[in-house]
């Protein structure tokens, strides 16, 4: 299956700034999305990556909280702006692609954020 | 709704006892169903999978069969290893409104001593 590579692995920021996670894939892939994993639970989808339009949030997200880029097949980019605290958690990126070989969704290793 | 619910751990073992986790869901279409794991200080990696009802998923002696009737998926394994310490998460997708979406459990963590 492909290999989808996160950075930065974690950070630690001050509240009130924005931080960007970029997600690579080393294939193409149709579909790209972003979770979130707080602290000690699961995992909660923000938002499915659309390549070369508007991401799609699900409830409780929004774009202006958590923009989101995919300018090509194998790229995204998920920032959090604006951080408090309650944002200290592990984000991250999934890919699959319906009709290959990467039929089941495949993850990076996420990006664990501490916001201070 | 859609959802997902894991029995909750911790569930503690001694190595090569049984082991079961138990999952059930709520979804609309025909979901497909699966298991992730989470080692420590890693992502999730798909551990097994099932598409349709009374398919068996099975890796690394785990083994689940999705069951319609009692719309169950239970991970299973007969002999744990130390090396299974992890979180186990069950999910699902293929529902309606949602196919290529994945909804989590709430996850079951695995400790596993020798």
């Known amino acids: 299956s492909a290999v989808i590579s996160q950075k930065p692995s974690r950070d630690i920021c001050q509240r009130g700034t924005s931080l960007t996670i970029q997600c690579q894939v080393d294939?193409?892939?149709?579909?790209m999305f972003w979770y979130r994993q707080q602290p000690g639970q699961s995992l909660t989808l923000i938002a499915t990556?659309?390549?070369?339009?508007?991401?799609?949030?699900e409830s409780g997200f929004v774009i202006d909280k958590f923009p989101i880029s995919r300018p090509n097949l194998t790229f995204s980019t998920l920032t959090v702006s604006n951080m408090s605290p309650e944002d200290s958690s592990i984000y991250l990126c999934?890919?699959?692609?319906?009709?290959?070989?990467?039929?089941?969704?495949?993850f990076g290793q996420g990006t664990r954020l501490t916001v201070v | 709704g859609n959802s997902v619910t894991q029995m909750e751990g911790p569930v503690t073992l001694s190595e090569e006892a049984f082991l079961t986790i138990n999952c059930t869901y709520t979804a609309t279409g025909y979901p497909s169903l699966f298991w992730y794991v989470q080692y420590p200080g890693e992502g999730l990696q798909l551990l097994l999978k099932a598409t349709k009802a009374d398919d068996k998923g099975s890796n690394k002696g785990f083994e689940a069969t999705y069951r319609k009737e009692t719309t169950s998926f239970h991970l299973e394994k007969g002999s744990v290893q130390v090396s299974d310490s992890a979180v186990y998460f069950c999910a699902l997708s293929g529902f309606s409104g949602g196919y290529n979406k994945l909804i989590f459990g709430a996850g079951t963590r695995l400790a596993v001593h020798p």
């Open positions: 999934s890919a699959l692609d319906p009709g290959t070989v990467n039929t089941e969704a495949f």
């Open positions: 294939s193409q892939v149709t579909m």
């Open positions: 990556a659309n390549q070369g339009s508007e991401a799609t949030y």
